[in-house]
């Protein structure tokens, strides 16, 4: 079955306790994003990637760190995490022809609801 | 810069109704695409429609459909005979070209409420 996975679903945590959001796809997509979605502001895309070892910031990247070693994997980093990142997070994966607007849905995970203390 | 709006944070409506969300876009790129997605209160994001610049026809998908209107840059969403299962926040979404990749720009949402 295609999929976006992502791990783990629920958190709680303190703050500066560096965690990680796992998220992996089994379609072979080359395009891999990050969102985080709170009330009144829908989703903010936080970073994203084109490729493996391709990845630039979105539009709230400040707090975040990503990695892309490998095709399926695009994990999320919060290296110090503080309260206002408590959010609902998605990781999402399309195909995409890259330069040019994308004609793709993406793939949504389940969501990672983060609770920083 | 890419924006969606979406002015309309709730609506209801009746059981085998029809409802339109609406949505309006800014970009000043001449291509882009247009998106629907619906999260029903489990949370997961689903793909409803899709829509292009250069298509030449509204986009339908089943019960939805797009009403895309270029010179207004609108995208509404048209939900016909509406069901319970309706009930969720459904959110516009564009894609354009930020000249380095494909970035997709979300609305707030609206939530839609389907009564009996």
């Known amino acids: 079955e295609a999929q976006v996975t992502q791990n783990p679903r629920y958190l709680i945590t303190v703050t500066g306790k560096k965690l990680t959001v796992t998220c992996s796809q089994n379609?072979?997509?080359?395009?891999m994003s990050w969102y985080r979605q709170d009330p009144g502001l829908g989703l903010r895309q936080i970073y994203y990637?084109?490729?493996?070892?391709?990845?630039d910031k979105g539009d709230v990247p400040e707090g975040y760190k990503v990695s892309r070693k490998e095709k399926r994997n695009f994990p999320l980093i919060l290296e110090s995490p503080s309260p206002n990142q408590t959010s609902l997070y998605f990781c999402?994966?399309?195909?995409?022809?890259?330069?040019?607007?994308?004609?793709?849905?993406?793939?949504f995970g389940d969501g990672t609801r983060l609770s920083i203390l | 810069a890419q924006k969606i709006t979406q002015t309309q944070p709730g609506m209801f409506v009746q059981e085998k109704e029809a409802v339109t969300l609406d949505c309006t876009y800014d970009?000043?790129?001449?291509?882009?695409?247009l998106f629907w997605y619906k999260q029903p209160s489990s949370g997961e994001m689903i793909f409803l429609i899709y829509?292009?610049?250069?298509?030449?026809q509204n986009a339908t998908e089943g019960r939805y459909s797009l009403n895309f209107q270029k010179a207004r840059k609108s995208a509404n969403l048209v939900i016909s005979a509406s069901q319970l299962g309706d009930s969720a926040m459904y959110f516009c979404?564009?894609?354009?070209?930020?000249?380095?990749?494909?970035?997709?720009?979300f609305g707030t949402g609206t939530r839609l409420q389907v009564t009996l």
């Open positions: 379609m072979n997509h080359e395009y």
């Open positions: 990637s084109m490729n493996v070892e391709v990845t």
């Open positions: 970009t000043s790129d001449p291509s882009y695409g």
């Open positions: 829509q292009g610049s250069y298509d030449q």
């Open positions: 999402a994966s399309s195909s995409t022809p890259g330069r040019s607007f994308s004609n793709q849905p993406q793939h």
């Open positions: 979404a564009m894609s354009s070209n930020t000249g380095t990749a494909s970035k997709l720009t």
